[in-house]
């Protein structure tokens, strides 16, 4: 399975952007799907994540302003930013991972989101 992110660029604080993720194989019901995001010298964090039956994860730094959507019969997966701060700025990569068998963890090239003040 390759994951395939698009969407990135660069926008001025308040403004909003749309990540999409595509995977190309097969991939099964019952797994989460997730974006993270890696800015320069801090870990890989999860932004948001949101399982095959549609439950939501967010993280507190992004409640309120991005939306984290999955279309199950084409397995994409879309991440609207709304009111961008510059501390988003970082690269995001999407991930589909499932603990149960078969077991996987897939992970995109990922794409730079650039936030000016």
């Known amino acids: 399975v390759q994951l395939q992110a698009s969407g990135g660029g660069s926008v001025q604080a308040g403004g909003s952007l749309r990540l999409s993720c595509a995977a190309s194989?097969?991939?099964?019901?019952?797994?989460?799907w997730g974006w993270y995001r890696q800015s320069a010298g801090k870990q890989r964090e999860l932004v948001a994540s949101v399982t095959s039956g549609g439950t939501t994860n967010y993280a507190d730094f992004v409640k309120g302003r991005f939306t984290i959507s999955r279309h199950n019969g084409l397995n994409t997966m879309d991440l609207q930013m709304n009111g961008l701060k510059p501390e988003d700025a970082a690269v995001y990569y999407c991930?589909?991972?499932?603990?149960?068998?078969?077991?996987?963890?897939?992970w995109g090239r990922g794409t730079q989101v650039t936030v000016s003040s």
């Open positions: 991930n589909t991972k499932r603990v149960y068998t078969p077991t996987y963890n897939y």
């Open positions: 194989g097969r991939v099964f019901s019952g797994d989460i």
